[in-house]
């Protein structure tokens, strides 16, 4: 049996790497085309010529992922029984991960996963797909977080029974995705159109309670959403400003990922100096 699973994992991922592979960059981009787009540095590692994109931006998102996974391990440590904070611990942690594997796909090592010996670039990798999945789950642990924090009863329940879910059903939707493959059921787009409805009820719920209860900690949770609602809109209004484009046609290079990354970790300072001693299990 153990050799039956272990040839169909192999299976698995040997099929559905190769179904990535099937997917071009659109516009097609070479690896010479691909390297004109964006800034890079060449650096020698042992004997291999290694070609690291986005220096600034990479470096950013690395440094994100560092202080997100340290947050989530910070929930985890002063988590005194709380299961809000535990699920908040889970949900950093992931987001981290997220953040890593985001970082070095999209931006620090693209070339060499999706260019370097081929004739066209890839459009994605294994690295992104993992990406997509560990941000769902981190919204979806963060549901769970809130439910432990801010409801009770049957809508605590509900919201358990949302999240996983959630979880599973994205999952397998992604793994249609790369075996068909479809490639808006892989993308980030699709990413946010799942996240959005635990969002906007984190907005819902926080904002009720706060209204009703005048409670810090429901006070503190709608600043969390407030901010991160902030940080993605700035980002899209910044990736159709043209201003990226500009800067980068005199030579400088700050992108729309740059106004994402920069927003998020505000949002994780604050989350770890404001909310994370604050949060707690409503008992009520």
């Known amino acids: 049996m153990k050799r039956i699973l ?3 994992l192999t299976f698995f991922l040997l099929t559905a790497c190769g179904r990535l592979d099937s997917i071009p960059y659109t516009p097609a981009q070479t690896p010479e085309t691909w390297l004109q787009l964006q800034p890079f540095a060449e650096f020698q590692f042992a004997s291999q010529n290694v070609i690291f994109v ?3 931006t990479s470096i950013i998102v690395y440094f994100l992922g560092i202080l997100t ?17 535990f699920w908040w611990g889970i949900a950093l942690l992931l987001w981290g991960i997220g953040a890593l594997l985001a970082g070095t796909s999209y931006e620090a090592f693209s070339y ?3 260019c370097a010996g081929r004739d066209f670039c890839l459009w994605t990798s294994w690295w992104e797909i993992l990406y997509l999945i560990a941000s769902v789950w981190s919204i979806d642990a963060m549901t769970m977080a809130v439910a432990c924090s801010s409801t009770t009863g049957k809508l605590r329940k509900t919201l358990f029974i949302y999240a996983i879910v959630n979880a599973v059903v994205y999952f397998i939707v992604v793994m249609i995705g790369v075996f068909i493959p479809v490639k808006f059921l892989i993308s980030f787009e699709l990413l946010l159109v799942v996240a959005a409805p635990s969002i906007i009820a984190f907005f819902i719920i926080n904002g009720w309670r706060y209204s ?3 409670l810090r900690l429901d006070l503190l949770l709608l600043g969390t959403w407030v901010w991160l609602g902030v940080t993605i809109a700035a980002y899209f209004l910044f990736l159709i400003s043209g201003i990226p484009e500009s800067l980068w046609a005199k030579g400088f290079w700050f992108s729309a990922n740059d106004v994402l990354h920069i927003g998020l970790i505000i949002w994780m300072l604050y989350i770890a100096f404001a909310l994370a001693p604050k949060v707690k299990d409503n008992l009520k």
């Open 212 to 214: 009703k209860f005048k």
């Open 54 to 56: 986005q220096p600034s």
């Open 6 to 8: 272990l040839f169909l």
């Open 69 to 85: 996974i340290g947050v989530g391990l910070y929930f985890l440590k002063i988590r005194q029984g709380q299961l809000s904070r």
């Open 112 to 114: 060499a996963i999706k």
